[in-house]
């Protein structure tokens, strides 16, 4: 396949170079990024789109998306699929989905998860939006740049799953985090909490796979001084959306907008921008009620 990448970043970087490494024709272009090896430079993004059979985009927002998408849709062949792994808005989703439609394109919306990491080894998920015919024209790409991919709907869906996933993420992490910092202050022992939690009824992916506790549990960003792994400030940006589309959509959703609350505090005054989202636990240490 002849694929445009656009948006060569911390994680577009590796996913294009998988896609290059399995065989097909990239080319790729980003503002300031460099190319990976074996992925072709272009000069601009309508450049990657003119011949391509499927772009795919991995962009910072829904705002840039949106901007990209209006530049490329016209230079794209008739029939040649619009695939945005980027984490943005189920609003600009639809609307670039929509656009593409009416210029006779295919669209699919698949954020990821799995980070760095994932994108490196070409094990991320994928969750998708858009009709049948587009995500099945993708999907090899899928196979080839993760290990699991889920059609969850029409376009949109693949945002709103990412969403949802990442809200309860961000809620459960906060509560593993107060939970630690309670028993801490009740005199219970870290590894204690964590023989019992992991295998009761509070047991969690948080608690479980990424305890926030250092020396406790698997290997975690913890033991790492809370370097990421998962940014801080990466989860707020998700916790924001979920809140964005729960405002959209009349969503009670209060522990969303606590966890939104406490992360945005945690990220813009009291350092932790850069740090991982279970550093969470840190913050809540240092802290009495009031
Ligand atoms: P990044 O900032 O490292 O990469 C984004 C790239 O887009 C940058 O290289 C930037 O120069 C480029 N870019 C911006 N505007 C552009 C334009 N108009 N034209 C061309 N290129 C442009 O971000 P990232 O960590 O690679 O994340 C990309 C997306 O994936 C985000 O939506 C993020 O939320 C999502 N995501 C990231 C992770 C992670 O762990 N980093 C995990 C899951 C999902």
Request: aromatic share 6%; glycine share 12%; with cysteine.
């Amino acid at each position: 396949m002849k694929i445009g990448f656009i948006g060569l970043g911390n994680m577009g970087h590796h996913m294009a170079r998988n896609l290059a490494a399995a065989g097909h024709a990239v080319t790729g272009f980003d503002l300031s990024a460099p190319c990976p090896e074996g992925v072709l430079k272009a000069d601009s993004a309508a450049g990657v789109a003119a011949d391509a059979d499927v772009v795919v985009t991995m962009l910072p927002n829904g705002a840039i998306l949106q901007s990209v998408a209006a530049e490329i849709i016209p230079a794209m062949p008739t029939g040649a699929v619009l695939c945005d792994c980027s984490t943005v808005d189920v609003e600009s989703a639809r609307i670039v989905a929509q656009n593409a439609a009416n210029a006779g394109l295919l669209a699919v919306d698949a954020p990821v998860s799995g980070g760095i990491g994932g994108a490196d080894a070409g094990t991320l998920t994928f969750m998708a939006g858009g009709t049948d015919d587009s995500f099945a024209k993708v999907s090899d790409l899928f196979d080839i740049m993760g290990q699991k991919a889920v059609h969850c709907g029409e376009s949109g869906a693949g945002q709103a799953a990412k969403i949802c996933n990442n809200m309860i993420l961000g809620i459960t992490m906060a509560g593993t985090c107060e939970a630690f910092a309670l028993a801490d202050k009740l005199g219970l022992d870290r590894q204690k909490m964590f023989d019992v939690v992991s295998t009761s009824s509070g047991y969690s992916w948080t608690m479980n796979a990424y305890c926030p506790a250092p020396g406790v549990g698997p290997q975690s960003p913890a033991d790492n001084d809370y370097k990421p792994g998962f940014a801080a400030e990466l989860m707020l940006k998700d916790l924001r959306l979920s809140q964005q589309a729960a405002v959209a959509a009349d969503a009670d959703t209060p522990m969303g907008e606590r966890a939104t609350e406490l992360y945005s505090t945690f990220v813009d005054d009291e350092d932790g921008l850069g740090m991982d989202f279970s550093a969470m636990l840190p913050r809540f240490e240092k802290r009495g009620r009031g």
